[in-house]
Nanobody
């Protein structure tokens, strides 16, 4: 059983920064987990933002150069540093985890992830 807890969302002006955190609590330490960030706005499908799969990082085009995903294995925590935020970044952000991927083809699909957090709201005002 794996539980995820996000934090760090909030209201920020355009051009500002936020750092989201995702604590990964696993009953067993047998596995290493890939952690992805997704976001969702009302009426739209949940979309991929970024993933950290061991040392491999990948981002959706709209956040490249602005967002950075990282992890601290000692704290079992993944982070999403978001800089130069834009109003179109406004969404509920979810972290998701699954045992390490063997194929990058699976990074982008919500169905590839076994565990999900409850989400944290990010609002960027213009």
């Amino acid at each position: 059983q794996v539980q995820l807890q996000e934090s760090g969302g909030g209201l920020v002006q355009a051009g500002g920064s936020l750092r989201l955190s995702c604590i990964v609590s696993a009953r067993s330490s047998q596995y290493y987990y890939a952690v992805g960030w997704f976001r969702q706005t009302p009426g739209k499908e949940r979309e991929f933002v970024a993933v950290l799969n061991w040392n491999d990082r990948y981002y959706t085009d709209s956040v490249k150069g602005r967002f950075t995903i990282s992890g601290d294995t000692d704290k079992n925590t993944a982070y999403l540093q978001m800089n130069s935020l834009k109003p179109e970044d406004t969404a509920v952000y979810y972290c998701a985890a699954t045992p390490l991927f063997t194929s990058s083809y699976d990074y982008f699909k919500t169905t590839s992830y076994s565990y999900w957090g409850q989400g944290t709201q990010v609002t960027v005002s213009s």
